[in-house]
């Protein structure tokens, strides 16, 4: 079962920082559209969170790979001299895994604005009266 857990793992602990900084791009290209303060608050926390993301990667990937070619070369367990070194990797995997989750709270206040109604996704601005039907996924939309 080795080979799904760590295909899980690259696309999560890989990925999940890209998906991070895209994200952060969206948004701050809504925030120069809209011009709103919600915005630029969400956009600066999805930036600590993709910064903390990708540190956090970094760190993991080092410590885990330090702590492999340390368990080839000396053939010991996580349980002798090699326990620092595991529990850097352990910690900062963790702490990636958390960081990715706190960066999708952060789509929390985008999702207040929408409402669902059967298929047809309707998305109201902030400060604005109108809705805007959003019926097909490549951006059909009219105004309601």
Not at 120 to 138: D, F, H, M, Q
């Amino acid at each position: 079962m080795n080979v799904p857990h760590h295909l899980g793992a690259f696309l999560t602990f890989v990925f999940g920082p890209v998906c991070c900084w895209l994200h952060s791009a969206i948004t701050w290209k809504t925030y120069k559209e809209e011009r709103k303060t919600e915005f630029l608050i969400t956009f600066l926390c999805q930036i600590a969170m993709s910064f903390v993301s990708t540190c956090l990667l970094i760190i993991f990937s080092g410590s885990f790979g330090s702590y492999k070619h340390q368990r080839l070369l000396q053939e010991s367990s996580k349980t002798d001299t090699l326990r620092d070194v595991f529990l850097t990797s352990t910690i900062s995997e963790w702490l990636l895994a958390i960081s990715i989750i706190l960066f999708l709270l952060t789509f929390i206040p985008g999702f207040k604005k929408m409402e669902f109604d059967g298929i047809v996704t309707k998305w109201k601005a902030p400060g604005s009266e109108k809705s805007v039907l959003c019926g097909r996924i490549l951006g059909c939309c009219s105004n309601v």
